[in-house]
């Protein structure tokens, strides 16, 4: 029986897991993918206090490495559901496990937004990507087509217009809404071509359902952008649906926290990017693992 169960090991998780042990609290963090979130995804990162410039992979590194030092028990497990019991909650596994704890704190995250066009799930892994870092030497000298216009974005096309040969960005607003700052590291490359107000039709594949382009309209005109690969930064989405029944869900599936971290199932807390809110960053996702540890770490005390 663990005093606190921690579901996710990103920001909000793994600053959760450093305050409750640092209250003296047995704690495990479950994750099912990567420690450290989709932060671990961008190559530099400089708006994290105390970091002039740090890579998202290392601020993970190091977030799991202090709670681990804190003596938080960690497992690599996806999280199916929570039950709640007499002595507190079960939590579940896709494995078949079941771990027992006093308190849950759900810092689920998010996953990346596709866009749900024909033979997309199919291409994803081998033509399409989320993360320059991880599969951008994929497309060394080769052509890219990069879909968004926000942050994130121009994040990853930073990177890959040191990688590629060209990047053909695609922004379904009228104007890019990324930082003036990022534009300005992509846009004057004579790698880059942009586009805005443009829509997605399709996937252009050749017959053995290799990608050779993206099909898309501009202005009324549909055009073709051809390409060796794409990647997709158009948004994430919370995967929540699991504990609909123990915390409330806005239209988009985020939770909806009372008290910032509370919810209508005393005993089970919520934090991060999985939250609704209306600024996502590490900052703010930390700020919810340090509150939602402290009030798990309250209501044990009030147990006793």
């Keep these: 029986m663990y005093d606190i169960i921690i579901v996710g090991g990103g920001p909000a998780g793994l600053t959760a897991a450093i305050y409750g042990r640092r209250n003296l609290k047995t704690v495990l963090v479950i994750e099912k993918s990567v420690f450290g979130g989709q932060i671990v995804n961008s190559p530099k990162v400089e708006n994290i206090p105390g970091f002039e410039s740090i890579s998202g992979d290392e601020f993970g590194d190091k977030l799991l490495e202090q709670a681990m030092g804190q003596g938080a028990e960690v497992a690599m497990e996806n999280v199916t559901g929570v039950e709640k019991t007499s002595e507190g909650f ?65 994040v990853e096309s930073a990177m890959l217009v040191g990688i590629v040969s060209k990047l053909i960005i695609l922004q379904d607003m009228p104007i890019f809404t990324a930082d003036k700052k990022l534009q300005d590291q992509v846009l004057p490359s004579e790698k880059v071509e942009a586009h805005v107000s443009t829509k997605v039709l399709a996937y252009e594949t050749s017959e053995d359902g290799t990608l050779t382009g993206v099909i898309y309209e501009e202005n009324g005109e549909q055009k073709t952008a051809k390409c060796d690969g794409v990647f997709l930064a158009v948004g994430l989405i919370p995967d929540n649906s699991a504990f609909a029944g123990y915390a409330d869900l806005d239209s988009r599936g985020y939770f909806v926290p009372e008290n910032i971290v509370n919810t209508k199932t005393p005993g089970l807390f919520v ?10 960053q590490v900052t703010t996702a930390c700020s ?17």
């Design 90 to 154: 079960s939590v579940f596994t896709e494995d078949g496990n079941t771990f027992e704890g006093k308190t849950v704190i759900l810092a689920t995250g998010t996953t990346h937004r596709t866009l749900g066009l024909p033979g997309e799930e199919n291409l994803i892994g081998s033509s399409i990507s989320f993360c320059a870092v991880c599969d951008g030497e994929f497309y060394r000298d080769k052509t890219v087509v990069m879909v968004g216009g926000g942050n994130s974005a121009f």
């Design 271 to 280: 934090a991060g990017d999985c939250c609704s809110k209306t600024l996502r």
């Design 288 to 304: 919810d693992g340090a509150y939602a540890a402290i009030r798990a770490c309250d209501y044990i005390n009030e147990l006793n």
